[in-house]
């Protein structure tokens, strides 16, 4: 079984909304409370990179591309981080990764989910 669980990619035209889900299916409440999440996008010939954090405290921090326009959440009793992308653009365009870290360091990787703004 997988560590995390992503699903709500697609195909939306500018302008649209998505709504993403990664889930932890083998963590327990108490374990996923306390791990840090995040999601990173990256698209061919570029590095990963980070579109928004939230910590176990649930701080949350989002890059400048999409700061106003998207949103992340966790809902620790279902062991699930979204991120709900609204206002879409082209440039948002990419494959969607959600990370996950613990305490003692140790990180893990969604599989990943296409996004595709068409304009």
């Known amino acids: 079984q997988e560590q995390l669980v992503e699903s709500g990619g697609g195909l939306v035209p500018a302008g649209g909304s998505l709504r993403l889900s990664c889930k932890a299916p083998?963590?327990?409440?108490?374990?996923?409370?306390?791990?840090?999440l995040a999601w990173y996008r990256q698209t061919p010939g570029k590095e990963r990179e980070l579109v928004a954090s939230?910590?176990?405290?649930?701080?949350?921090n989002y890059s400048d591309s999409v700061k106003g326009r998207f949103t992340i959440s966790r809902d620790n009793s279902r062991k699930t981080i979204y991120l709900q992308m609204n206002s879409l653009k082209p440039e948002d365009t990419a494959v969607y990764y959600c990370?996950?870290?613990?305490?003692?360091?140790?990180?893990?990787w969604g599989q990943g989910t296409q996004v595709t703004v068409s304009s």
């Open positions: 990370n996950q870290r613990y305490r003692d360091s140790r990180t893990y």
């Open positions: 083998r963590n327990i409440f108490s374990v996923f409370s306390a791990t840090d």
């Open positions: 939230i910590t176990s405290d649930r701080d949350t």
